[in-house]
């Protein structure tokens, strides 16, 4: 088995991954707010 | 006394269908039309904390009701596929954001720059006045006309729109009505 | 006879032919376009099983008679996998107006145990005629606008 630190570094490892894709799959949601047509006519 | 609710609030909400219950899709983004006062569409995303966005569209002809914990359609075929959508709802500009953009009257004094829009309660998208960042500083509400002009990155009211800054949504819900009578529209 | 859901909630399902108990009432499965109780529900997880309300002899106030245990089937489609499931249960649904406004939970609803016809829905304090009633879902029961408060 690994050592503390080894279990450390995976669950380091672990929580950035989980961090990134929360913050992509959010980001993609996000969209560009209120948005104006203009000079369409 | 009108009830209202800003475009911001509106983002987020859930499309919910009448006839069957569901939880359709999450609203994306808000399209404006400035010069017919009016929403002409919604984009979408799934429902749910990570989904993604939705390839349907909603335009406004088939909103049902916009209230302040849902979206109304009648059924899930309210949402169209871009190609059978308007243009301006399925590929909306999306570096038009309204947002930021300076509030001029005829009479060329700036009233703010607008932070968001304000729509009737219940309705199916009529925008009846902007939220600003007033010139001289804080926030303000402004009532529209039914039908504004628009110029390059300014947004055109009437004069008298400068008696009718309000503080308040329930300040601007009870200026609205005054504010069209007073410009002799119904 | 006017009974409501929580009432029947529980109560033992009997075969009229043999006499066997068969299980107790989990849930009552709700057509929302007629506005009747299409099936009861029976069991639950796996073992969930469900009876048509024209199977039912009888809803009286001791026990559901079932005409016979052949009438007992499990889920045959989606969406009775989902109702069976517990999530178009009218009890504790979310009370949306067509208007888009949220009215509140449904806490009862009462029913005619001859007919199966819905009569009112109780949302808090208030009783709503189930004549009010457009559609039912997973996420929301959906009323008509006339009950907006």
Same mark, same amino acid.
């Given at each position: 088995?690994?050592?503390?630190?080894?279990?450390? /570094?995976?669950? /380091?490892?672990?929580?950035?991954?989980?961090?990134? /894709?929360?913050?992509?799959? *959010? *980001? *993609? *949601?996000? !969209? !560009? !707010?209120?948005?104006a047509t203009r000079g369409k006519r | 006394m009108k009830l209202l609710m800003t475009a911001s609030q509106i983002r987020g909400l859930p499309v919910v269908t009448v006839r069957e219950g569901e939880d359709v899709a999450?609203? @994306?983004? +808000?399209i404006y039309d400035p010069e017919a006062g009016r929403l002409v569409g919604l984009s979408l995303n799934q429902r749910g904390f990570l989904a993604g @966005?939705?390839?349907?569209? %909603? #335009?406004a002809e088939s909103i049902h009701a916009i209230g302040q914990d849902a979206l109304m359609v009648l059924d899930e075929s309210s949402l169209v596929a871009p190609a059978d959508a308007p243009d301006d709802v399925a590929h909306p500009?999306?570096?038009?954001?309204? +947002?930021?953009?300076?509030?001029?009257?005829?009479?060329?004094?700036?009233?703010?720059?607008?932070?968001?829009?304000? %729509?009737?309660?219940?309705?199916?998208?009529? +925008?009846?006045?902007?939220?600003?960042?007033?010139?001289?500083?804080?926030?303000?509400?402004? #009532?529209? #006309?039914?039908?504004? &002009?628009?110029?390059?990155?300014?947004?055109?009211? #009437?004069?008298?729109?400068?008696?009718?800054?309000?503080?308040?949504?329930?300040? %601007?819900?009870?200026? +609205?009505?005054?504010?069209? &009578?007073?410009?002799?529209?119904? | 006879m006017s009974e409501s859901f929580r009432q029947a909630i529980g109560r033992k399902v009997v075969s009229r032919a043999s006499a066997n108990e068969l299980g107790s009432v989990r849930q009552l499965l709700v057509d929302a376009q007629q506005r009747r109780i299409a099936a009861v529900v029976i069991g639950r997880g796996k073992k969930a099983q469900l009876v048509e309300w024209e199977q039912l002899s009888g809803f009286g106030p001791d026990a559901v008679m079932v005409v016979d245990e052949g009438a007992l089937r499990p889920p045959a489609d989606d969406r009775e996998r989902n109702g069976v499931d517990g999530n178009l249960d009218l009890l504790g649904k979310r009370a949306l107006s067509e208007r888009g406004n949220e009215l509140g939970k449904i806490d009862d609803v009462t029913f005619d145990t001859d007919t199966g016809a819905l009569e009112d829905l109780v949302i808090g304090d208030r009783r709503v005629p189930a004549g009010a009633l457009l559609g039912s879902g997973s996420y929301a029961a959906v009323l008509d606008k006339s009950q907006e408060v």
């Open positions: 088995m690994m050592s503390a630190v080894g279990w450390l /570094i995976v669950a /380091i490892i672990v929580l950035v991954v989980a961090v990134v /894709i929360f913050v992509i799959a *959010r *980001r *993609r *949601r996000r !969209g !560009g !707010g209120v948005i | 999450e609203v @994306r983004d +808000v @966005r939705r390839r349907e569209v %909603l #335009p500009a999306t570096e038009r954001n309204v +947002v930021g953009d300076d509030v001029l009257t005829e009479g060329g004094t700036s009233l703010g720059k607008v932070t968001d829009l304000v %729509l009737l309660v219940g309705s199916t998208g009529d +925008v009846v006045g902007y939220q600003v960042d007033k010139a001289g500083g804080g926030q303000g509400y402004i #009532p529209l #006309p039914a039908q504004l &002009a628009i110029s390059g990155v300014a947004l055109v009211v #009437p004069n008298i729109t400068e008696d009718f800054v309000e503080d308040d949504l329930v300040g %601007l819900g009870a200026a +609205v009505d005054e504010f069209r &009578a007073r410009l002799g529209l119904s | -």
